[in-house]
């Protein structure tokens, strides 16, 4: 196992896993600096994509940790950044990060035409609500993919 993940076991997983906000209240600095720990070994995102074979994804929550993956993955020719799903959607017009953000319905049209493969969640408090709510509204738990899986799972 690399030493990376047994770190923080508690947050790396193979699948998503529900984690207590108290939990993530604990984690989330150590998550940041995991980010800057890659950026500084050149440890690129797009080699978790391409690992996994996913070039279309879409990011989940406007925040520090989806310009993180925007910026990471804007100059890669094999992955692609749709655009990013909030919430809040209408609280954002025009672009953040260089994306275009809409609500988490245009997303799951997006999906069921098969536009994008994947859906990243980047919202450390909220995943369980998020990932629960997208199995409601028809994406399978395959293809959904949280941010922590992302950054802990760099070779």
Not at 17 to 44: A, G, H, L, R, S
Not at 54 to 67: G, M, R
Request: charge should be negative.
């Amino acid at each position: 196992m690399n030493n990376d993940k047994a770190i923080f076991p508690e947050v790396w997983s193979p699948k998503c896993t529900y984690i207590t906000k108290d939990e993530k209240y604990k984690y989330y600095y150590p998550i940041v600096i995991k980010c800057f720990d890659n950026v500084i070994q050149n440890k690129k995102t797009s080699a978790f994509f391409k690992g996994i074979g996913v070039k279309s994804i879409v990011l989940y929550a406007v925040n520090e940790l989806s310009k993180y993956l925007c910026f990471d993955i804007e100059n890669e020719s094999d992955i692609c950044v749709n655009y990013i799903c909030d919430k809040n959607a209408d609280k954002f017009p025009g672009t953040i990060y260089g994306k275009r953000i809409f609500d988490i319905s245009y997303f799951c049209n997006d999906y069921k035409n098969s536009n994008v493969e994947k859906i990243v969640i980047c919202n450390l408090l909220y995943e369980n609500e998020i990932v629960q709510d997208l199995i409601e509204r028809g994406v399978l738990l395959e293809d959904i993919i949280l941010f922590p899986n992302v950054i802990y799972n760099l070779e």
